[in-house]
C-alpha cells in the first residue's frame, strides 16, 4: 500500500513565525503535491514537483515556498505566517505512468494565531 | 477552462439505501477520474479511478460509472451503512500535459442515518 504521511496532524503558530509542513512518500513516487482546503472553497493547489528540486506553482503560491531535496520528501514552508493561512494542508503524491492516481496523507491543521 | 461540478451539497438516507453522487464536468476531453472518500477532519482515500476510455469501475459495493460524451459520472453505493457517511469528492486528470493537475468538485456531504 502506498503511504503518505505528514510531520503533525495539529499545529499551533504565532503571525510571523516561519513554518515547516513535511511530507513523506515510500512509494517512489515521482509527482508530490500541496493542497490547501478551506470550507466553502474546496481545495486548491499550492505547488507541485514532477522530480527532485523541480517545483511549478499551483493556483495559490503567494506566500508559500516548497522544498524536494529528495525524491520521497516535499516541503511546504510559510515563510512569515499569517493568520489567513490558518487551514488543513494536505499533501499527495502520483507515480508517472498510466494513471497518475493521487495519494493524500492524513492532512495537517495549522492554527496561525 | 475544465469546471467539475457535484450535485447535490449533502445528501441524507436511511441505512440500507442504494444511493447515486453525480459528478459532471464541462470538457469532455479527460484523462481519467477519480472518486474520493474524506472524512471529518482527515485526510482523502481514493476509492475508484476510471480511465477515459473505461464506462466503469467496482470496488465492493461502491460502482463508479464514466459518460466522456455527456460530462458525467456517477457513484453508485449499495446497501449503504452508516460507516458510509463522509464526504465524497470527484476530480478529473486532464492528461500528463496538463501539469499533473486535478481539477475537483467541491463534493456531497453524505450521512447515512441508523
Known amino acids: 500500500d502506498v503511504k503518505v504521511t505528514q510531520s503533525s496532524r495539529y499545529l499551533v503558530k504565532r503571525t510571523g513565525e516561519k513554518v515547516f509542513l513535511e511530507c513523506v512518500q515510500d512509494?517512489?513516487?515521482?509527482?508530490m503535491f500541496w493542497y490547501r482546503q478551506d470550507p466553502g472553497l474546496g481545495l486548491r493547489l499550492i505547488y507541485f514537483s514532477y522530480d527532485v528540486k523541480m517545483k511549478e506553482k499551483g493556483d495559490i503560491p503567494e506566500g508559500y515556498s516548497v522544498s524536494r531535496e529528495k525524491k520521497e520528501r516535499f516541503s511546504l514552508i510559510l515563510e512569515s505566517a499569517s493568520t489567513n493561512q490558518t487551514s488543513m494542508y494536505l499533501c499527495?503524491?502520483?507515480?508517472?505512468?498510466?494513471?497518475?492516481?493521487?495519494?493524500f496523507g492524513p492532512g495537517t491543521r495549522l492554527t496561525v494565531t | 477552462k475544465q469546471e467539475v461540478t457535484q450535485i447535490p451539497a449533502a445528501l441524507s438516507v436511511p441505512e440500507g439505501e442504494n444511493l447515486v453522487l453525480n459528478c459532471s464536468f464541462t470538457d469532455s476531453a479527460i484523462y481519467n477520474l477519480q472518486w474520493f472518500r474524506q472524512d471529518p477532519g482527515k485526510g482523502l482515500t481514493s476509492l475508484l479511478l476510471?480511465?477515459?476510455s473505461q464506462r466503469e469501475q467496482t470496488s465492493g459495493r461502491l460502482n463508479a460509472s464514466l459518460d466522456k460524451s455527456s460530462g458525467r459520472s456517477t457513484l453508485y453505493i449499495a446497501a449503504s451503512q452508516p460507516g458510509d457517511s463522509a464526504t465524497y469528492l470527484c476530480?478529473?486528470?486532464?492528461?500528463?500535459?496538463?501539469?499533473?493537475?486535478?481539477?475537483w468538485g467541491a463534493g456531497t456531504k453524505l450521512i447515512i442515518k441508523p
Open positions: 476530480a478529473v486528470h486532464e492528461g500528463p500535459d496538463s501539469n499533473y493537475q486535478l481539477i
Open positions: 512509494m517512489d513516487h515521482e509527482n
Open positions: 476510471i480511465q477515459s
Open positions: 499527495a503524491s502520483s507515480l508517472d505512468g498510466i494513471t497518475y492516481e493521487q495519494y
